[in-house]
């Protein structure tokens, strides 16, 4: 018996339609890495102008807190990192501990409410205490009944928690800085929906310990911008390649 020769050739050429399809396909790969490399690059400007933006609004002077006919307005765009001011009382029996994790070690941000002299509240965070200083007993030097004016920074609310793990307020567990939740279980009216940072002003007993906010901006986005146009011209180079490959492949079965 003898073998019936094959009629189809392993170097045979792919059709006109085969080829044309593979090589749209690049391209719109590529253009598609080309556009998400653009993106990283818009997303690059608008990173810089943000940090530049909230380090003029950190280093400038302190303006009064937005009251209650702003609070609408107040947006973390527009907003946070503002350096502001604040007069009022601090009401230490609605004091509120969130756990924190500083350069300091871990321990709680004490978040104390400042009644103004019009009634609105502005809830504070006057910083840092290590653990074995939560409860306010443990501290009994920095509690501070008189009438006191915060300077600071303008913090946008944190709601519900962080990302693995959630507000217990029914337990007295705090993981983020959720105003609406602090007002609501301190029975607190009139709270404005943000929260102010204090600066490092030293408060009575040196506890808390003021003037720790980190001002921290993940800025990848040229490394991002490099990777997806890097694999745009790997693409485009493949579908140039395929279509050499395929002219010299019809040129030797000719």
């Known amino acids: 018996m003898t073998d019936t020769p094959s009629t189809t050739s392993p170097d045979k050429p792919r059709s006109m339609l085969k080829l044309a399809i593979w090589v749209l396909l690049l391209l719109l790969l590529t253009a598609l890495l080309i556009g998400l490399g653009t993106w990283q690059v818009q997303r690059l400007h608008w990173k810089l102008d943000l940090i530049a933006r909230v380090d003029a609004r950190v280093h400038a002077p302190a303006v ?55 009634g609105t509240i502005v809830i504070v965070n006057r910083g840092f205490v290590p653990t074995e200083k939560r409860k306010p007993a443990t501290r009994p030097a920095d509690q ?21 793990r959630s507000n217990v307020p029914a337990e007295e567990r705090w993981y983020s800085r959720d105003v609406n939740a602090i007002a609501d279980v301190r029975g607190l009216q009139n ?17 808390p310990v ?45």
């Open 144 to 164: 501070i009944s008189d009438e006191t004016t915060v300077t600071g920074l303008l913090r946008i609310n944190e709601p519900k928690g962080t990302l693995l």
């Open 191 to 207: 709270v404005a929906p943000y929260f102010i940072d204090a600066d490092d002003t030293k408060n009575p007993g040196d506890l």
């Open 64 to 118: 009064p807190a937005p009251g209650p006919a702003q609070w609408a307005d107040v947006t973390a765009e527009n907003s946070e990192y503002k350096r502001v001011q604040v007069s009022g009382t601090f009401l230490n029996d609605k004091e509120t501990q969130v756990y924190a994790s500083t350069v300091l070690g871990p321990g709680y941000w004490v978040l104390t409410p400042l009644r103004e002299a019009d």
């Open 210 to 254: 003021g003037g720790l906010t980190q001002i921290v901006f993940h800025n990848s986005h040229i490394v991002y911008a490099i990777t997806w146009y890097g694999l745009a011209v790997m693409t485009l180079g493949l579908a140039v390649f395929l279509v050499y490959f395929e002219r010299q492949r019809a040129k030797a079965v000719r």
